[in-house]
C-alpha cells in the first residue's frame, strides 16, 4: 500500500519566516524599508543614486543593498552619494531573498537608519515570489518600455504599492501613452499610487521624496541645522 | 528562471517531512495559483535537476493548479479572472484588489514507494 505523507506547507515557508523577522527588526529599530523592482534598465540606479542624495542633504540617515547578478559596478556608483551601500552579487539567481538580505545587513545598526533602500535584481518575473521583510515594495516603469509591460507582468506590479513611471522627460520622444499606462497598472492593481519622474532631469522628484517622507517612521534626524 | 530556486525548496522542505532517510518518495503533489507567478513546465524541467541525488530523485509531480479569483465587497461576489489578469468584479464591472485565491504555492503531500521489505 502507498503511504501519504501530509504536508500542507507553503514551498517559501522558509523564506516568508525569515522576511517575517526581518520585517520585525525593521519595525522595532523604526527604520522604513523599499524594495525597488523593475526591469533591466528601467532606471532604479539612477533614481536611487538622486534620492540617496536628496535624503541625505534633508537630514536623514539612508543606506542601500543592491542586487545584481555579478558586479560591483552599481554598488560602486552608488557609493557617490556618500552614504552606505552594499552589493549583493547573486551569481545567476534571478532574485533577492530574505536570507541575502540578513546576511548583507551584518554590521550595520539598524537604530542608526531612517531609509534601507533595497534595489532588487532587474526582473519582472521571479523577484514577486520572494517578500524581504520591506514596509513597501516599489515598481518602475520606464516610458521607453512599452505602456502595456503591467498588462504583460501581472504579478509584479500586483505586488507592489506604489508605481513609479521613470525616465519622464523621454516620453514625448517615444509618444508615451500616460492614460494607457495608467489604465494598464490599474487593470493589474487597483488603487495604487503612481508617480512620475525623471531623476535627470529632476522631475517629480520632489513629489517622490516627500512620498517617501510620508511612509517613513520618524522624522529627519535634523542635527545642527538652528 | 526562479523556478529553480521553488524547485529546491521544494526538494528540502519534502525530506524534512519524511519518517527517515531511507524512504524513497514516488509523487508530489503540489497546489500551485495561475497568480503565483511560476511557469509549470519550468517548475516540472527544474524538479528533475533538483530532485537528483535526493530522496524525491525520479519522483513524478502532479499540479493542482489553482485559477485566480478575487472579491467585490459591493457585490460580495468572486470572479474568475483569466489573462491577462484584469482585476474587475464581472458583476459590476468596478476595479477591485481583493485577492481570495490565485498565489498559492504549496505542498500537499507526498506518496511514498512501497518498502521492499514488504
Known sequence: MTRIIEVRKGILKKNDELAANLREKFQSANVCVIDLVSSPGAGKTELLEKTLGSLKDKGYKVAALVGDLETENDANRLARSGVPVRQIETHGICHLEAEMIEKHLEGWDLNELDFLFIENVGNLVCPSSYDLGENFRCVFLAVTEGEDKPLKYPTIYNSSDVAVITKIDLAEAVEFNRETAVASIHAVRPGIPILEVSAKKDIGMDEWISFLESKANKKASVAESL | ?118
Open chain 2, 1 to 118: 528562471m526562479h523556478e529553480l530556486s521553488i524547485a529546491v525548496s521544494i526538494v528540502e522542505m519534502v525530506e524534512e517531512n519524511l519518517p527517515s532517510e531511507d524512504v524513497k518518495v514516488k509523487k508530489v503533489n503540489l497546489r500551485i495559483g495561475n497568480f503565483a507567478g511560476v511557469v509549470k513546465d519550468a517548475l516540472l524541467f527544474s524538479f528533475e535537476i533538483a530532485a537528483k541525488d535526493s530522496q524525491l530523485e525520479n519522483a513524478t509531480v502532479e499540479i493542482e493548479e489553482l485559477p485566480l479569483i478575487i472579491y467585490c465587497d459591493a457585490c460580495d461576489k468572486n470572479s474568475e479572472i483569466g489573462n491577462p489578469p484584469i482585476f474587475r468584479c464581472e458583476f459590476c464591472g468596478e476595479a477591485t484588489p481583493n485577492i481570495v485565491q490565485g498565489k498559492e504555492l504549496e505542498i500537499v503531500s507526498v506518496e511514498l514507494e512501497d518498502d521492499e521489505n514488504n
